[in-house]
T-cell receptor
Framework: DGGITQSPKYLFRKEGQNVTLSCEQNLNHDAMYWYRQDPGQGLRLIYYSQIVNDFQKGDIAEGYSVSREKKESFPLTVTSAQKNPTAFYLC???????????FGDGTRLSIL | AQSVTQPDIHITVSEGASLELRCNYSYGATPYLFWYVQSPGQGLQLLLKYFSGDTLVQGIKGFEAEFKRSQSSFNLRKPSVHWSDAAEYFCAVGAGFTGGGNKLTFGTGTQLKVEL
């Protein structure tokens, strides 16, 4: 079955450490997205990519970085510059002619 | 800039009762509107969407929503709620990107509790 796979499901970060969240899709979608979800704040867009080797900042990109070397993959790195990284991170994808975004099951990041 | 307001943070209904979740949006052009549902610790599942045409749209799991341009609203309804409907519901408005994909702006969500 086609879908979006996020790993790991739970991740812990030490102070000063960078961590990378994985997002893989086999839906053949061109566009991919990363959202951050905090209680009571809904989802906020971190980065998005409309095509391989291209990506743009969303509303809250500071402290995060991404790459898009393959159509299927859009990893998110939470850097040490992100001072409040504890959140639920969701990856999504969509095709150009399909407005709805399809979501993965998320990664919960916590600070040790 | 586009925005979405879901005025109800929590709603409790009895099983079998009807449900209406409110959503108001702000967007300069004709919006793309969506309702998603999220179970605890899970991703978001699309319930229904409105792009154009008939203002009453049907979705999965017996949900429907009505687009009212004059009120800038896109309320979600279900005639008879089941205990399994307990979850968090998000309304979103979308604008297409040039070249494909879309930017979604989400509301803050409504947590639905169903009493048996």
């Amino acid at each position: 079955d086609g879908g979006i796979t996020q790993s790991p499901k739970y991740l812990f970060r030490k102070e000063g450490q960078n961590v990378t969240l994985s997002c893989e899709q086999n839906l053949n979608h061109d566009a991919m997205y990363w959202y951050r979800q905090d209680p009571g704040q809904g989802l906020r867009l971190i980065y998005y990519s409309q095509i391989v080797n291209d990506f743009q900042k969303g509303d809250i990109a500071e402290g995060y970085s991404v790459s898009r070397e393959k159509k299927e993959s859009f990893p998110l790195t939470v850097t040490s510059a992100q001072k409040n990284p504890t959140a639920f991170y969701l990856c999504a994808s969509s095709s150009p002619g399909d407005q709805p975004q399809h979501f993965g099951d998320g990664t919960r990041l916590s600070i040790l | 800039a586009q925005s979405v307001t879901q005025p109800d943070i929590h709603i409790t209904v009895s099983e079998g009762a009807s449900l209406e979740l409110r959503c108001n949006y702000s967007y300069g052009a004709t919006p793309y509107l969506f309702w998603y549902v999220q179970s605890p610790g899970q991703g978001l599942q699309l319930l229904l969407k409105y792009f154009s045409g008939d203002t009453l749209v049907q979705g999965i799991k017996g949900f429907e929503a009505e687009f009212k341009r004059s009120q800038s609203s896109f309320n979600l309804r279900k005639p008879s709620v089941h205990w399994s409907d307990a979850a968090e519901y998000f309304c979103a408005v979308g604008a297409g990107f040039t070249g494909g994909g879309n930017k979604l702006t989400f509301g803050t969500g409504t947590q639905l509790k169903v009493e048996l």
